[in-house]
Structures are given as C-alpha cells and as structure tokens.
C-alpha cells in the first residue's frame, strides 16, 4: 500500500488511538489542541474576568469568521460566527422583505429538516410562500433543473443544501445560482456538509449567502456555525438587507445601549446577542488542521475512499445509498445492510464508531485522518456481526447516536 501523507495528521486527533472514528459527517473527532485552547477560555476568564471582553472574546465571532474564510476562498470580514445553521438561516429569512411580488421561497424535500422548520414557520408569518422541489426518482438527490424550474420571477430566495445530509449528493450550485440571479432572486446554501471535505469558492459561485458549521467536517465542536454573505448582496436583492433576527453584537454602536436599532457593517451586521464564546475558543484548531492538510488533498482522498466503501458494499450486494459518479458524491457512503439499527449499535460497541439513518442504512464516512485499513476492517466486522448473529444483543434497544 502507498504511503498515505495525510495520516501524519492522526496523533492531533487523541480519539483515532483508540477507536475507528468513521463519523466526521455527524461529529468531526477533536483535535489535542482544543482542550489546550478550552483551558484558555477557563484561563482568561478566571483570570482576567469582564476584562476578557474588551481584550478578546467580544472580536471572536468575527475573528474566528476570517479564520473559515480562506476554505471558502471568502474575502476578510464577510464571515460571522452564529451558534446554529437554523439561526444564520432564520437571521437571512428576516431580512428579506416578501410583501410585494416577489413572495417566493424555494427548498427542497431533502434540506435538513431543522432548516425547513424555520424557513417555512417564519414564511408561514411573513407571508411568503414556499415550494418544496421533490427528490429525483433515485431518492439520492434533487435534480437541478427541477430546482430552476420552481425559481420564477416572483422568487426572492432560494434556500437549498449544497451537499445533502442524508446521501452527501452534491448539487449543482453553479446552475442553481446562475438561473436564480437570472430570475432576479437571492441564492442561500446550506453547506454543513461541504465546507471541509470539498473544495468551495464562494465567489466563484457567485452565492449570496452560505452557512454551515465546524461541527463536522472542520472538527470544531457543536456551537460554532458561520454565516457568509456576498458583499454586493444589496444590489442583487434590489433593496437593503437588514436581519430582524439580530442582537446587540449586530449594532454598531453597542455600548451606547440605544433602544433603535442601527445595523453594523459586514460580518458585524448579521450577529446576535451575547456569543457563545467557549464554542468560539473550541473551534479555532480543526479549521486550521483542515487548512493546513489542503483541501485539494483531503478531497482527493475522500473521492478514493468513499470509492472504495461503495465496492465493498457493492461486494456483497447492499443497496448504497449515495452517488456513484465522484463529482457529485460528498464524503460519506451510505448503505443498507439487514438489521441495520442493530449492526450499527455492534459496531459502536466495538470502537467502530458510524452512525445509522433510517432510509439509507449505515453510514460511513472517513475522513483525512481514515486509514484504508480501517475502512477494510470495518466492513469485516458487519461481515463477522451478521454471520454470528451478534446484532441480536441489541435488538430492541433505543440507540443514543441514530
């Protein structure tokens, strides 16, 4: 076997000495220094107090935000840390105003459904309507002229996934943007599963507005999320874009506690209240492990291996719930075995760590750090958990990580 330059990275990530962590689609493993960088949170605040604000943590969101800009090829102070997706997307609904022609909002049946709860409970109270673009035939993806077929001249958003949770199907950003600016309408991507594992250029796709998390792909820890927004989106969307989904962060001049809200610039505008500062400190170092590997490579590497899992699946006659052409599959390979729940509760059981989704099975998903050794031996212990039945034990129970 060739040598493999990216498992230098192994020993950052303390977890990969004891299990076979296959799980950076839901939870990306914790690199050592963030512990380091978590007692520097616990440090400043024991030691410097209210003090911290003004030397450090009140910047962060937007200091952190510059950090995630390169693996987005974004430019300096366009990108702002939020604590959750669900938020970047309702702060972005809020700002759009849908009273006049232009009342429309495309999704599709397969966005996250957390996504689809906000976007469609505040289009329910602002008046926008809604159209849910079905999946393709395959349930793997959605195709993208059916997505340019909903976008019409009363469009004003469109709120898609770039790459889609359930099956890492990677849409066509490109044509989506190109038609919906055509159409006069603003384009969001959801990006959870692209930023990390897939070479993204917002400027190149010319994209509006695009969110995701570290939580995953970027190793970072739950809490950390980052909102881009293109700095000419006013002119695309013909008016100013002003969130209603805000805080004091957001204003420009916050200290002077003024009851009218007056909206900062760039990155600052699309804050919100007092931020989650431990997630801001526990997110810096995955992110710059993840630059530092180069995303060129850690996508190389993905296209390979998750290669390698659909063949193994293929092998043995499971349905793979993913893409089969490489430029559309993310990095995650989905696939059903019998006693599926079961299988992957053994799995976890054993230090194999996968999670389970209903509808597309075990899903498996390596990342830079993944060696091939462990995606084989994997797939060997569903072998060996289905030939002595060891499933069984867990037959019944209600899993912690579905």
Request: charge should be neutral; proline fraction near 6%.
């Amino acid at each position: 076997m060739s040598a493999d330059p990216l498992l230098r990275f192994r020993d950052e990530f303390p977890i990969l000495a004891r299990s076979t962590y296959l799980v950076s689609n839901s939870l990306g493993a914790m690199p050592r220094a963030a512990r380091a960088r978590l007692a520097e949170y616990a440090d400043d605040w024991e030691t410097r107090g209210v003090r911290a604000w003004a030397e450090r943590w009140w910047e962060l969101p937007v200091v952190l935000g510059d950090e995630l800009a390169p693996l987005m090829q974004a430019p300096e102070g366009t990108v702002a840390m939020v604590p959750t997706v669900t938020l970047a997307h309702a702060a972005v609904v809020s700002a759009l105003d849908f009273a006049g022609e232009r009342d429309g909002i495309v999704m599709t049946a397969l966005d996250f459904p957390s996504v689809r709860y906000t976007v469609e409970g505040l289009a329910a109270r602002l008046g926008a309507r809604v159209t849910v673009v079905p999946a393709s035939d395959d349930g793997l993806g959605v195709d993208a002229e059916a997505v340019c077929a909903a976008i019409d001249a009363r469009t004003r958003l469109v709120a898609v996934s770039h790459v889609l949770f359930r099956s890492a199907y990677v849409m066509d950003a490109e044509r989506i943007v190109r038609h919906a600016h055509a159409m006069g309408a603003v384009v969001m991507f959801d990006a959870y599963h692209a930023v990390g594992v897939l070479p993204v250029d917002v400027r190149a796709l010319g994209v509006d507005f695009y969110t995701g998390g570290v939580l995953k792909w970027l190793c970072g820890g739950p809490g950390g999320c980052f909102l881009y927004v293109a700095p000419d989106v006013e002119r695309r969307a013909g008016a100013p874009v002003r969130p209603a989904v805000t805080g004091w962060q957001a204003h420009r001049q916050p200290f002077a506690f003024d009851t009218a809200m007056a909206w900062a610039e760039g990155a600052w505008r699309w804050l919100g209240g007092t931020p989650v500062v431990p997630a801001l400190y526990a997110g810096m170092e995955g992110p710059r492990l993840v630059r530092e590997a180069g995303i060129a490579a850690v996508r190389a590497k993905s296209v390979r291996q998750t290669a390698r899992l659909v063949a193994l699946a293929d092998a043995r006659g499971y349905r793979v719930h993913a893409p089969r052409d490489p430029a559309r599959r993310g990095g995650t390979v989905a696939f059903d075995v019998p006693h599926g729940r079961e299988v992957a509760q053994a799995l976890l059981a054993r230090d194999i760590v996968v999670d389970y989704r209903p509808g597309a099975g075990i899903r498996v998903a390596p990342h830079f750090y993944t060696s091939d050794d462990e995606l084989e031996a994997a797939v060997a212990a569903i072998d060996e958990i289905l030939a002595t039945g060891a499933w069984q034990a867990h037959a019944g129970r209600q899993p912690v990580v579905t």
